[in-house]
């Protein structure tokens, strides 16, 4: 990939993907880690998961 095509791909990235960064303790985001990978998941789907859950209607 050229420089250019690189740097417009990154671009237009940052213009539809947001970024979303938690502090938590070791233990636990190793304990969360574990239990995704039990589940088959990465944390990008649980937290998205966990977004859609919070953003629908409530039941």
Do not use: C, H
């Not at 239990?35 to 977004?51: A, F, P, R, S, Y």
């Amino acid at each position: 990939m050229a420089p250019e095509s690189r740097a417009e791909y990154f671009r237009r990235r940052r213009e539809t993907i947001g970024q979303l960064n938690v502090a938590v303790s070791k233990e636990r985001l190793s304990a969360l880690e574990e239990k995704l990978k039990n589940q088959g998941k990465t944390k990008t789907q649980w937290v998205n998961e966990k977004i859609d859950e919070e953003l629908s209607p409530e039941k």
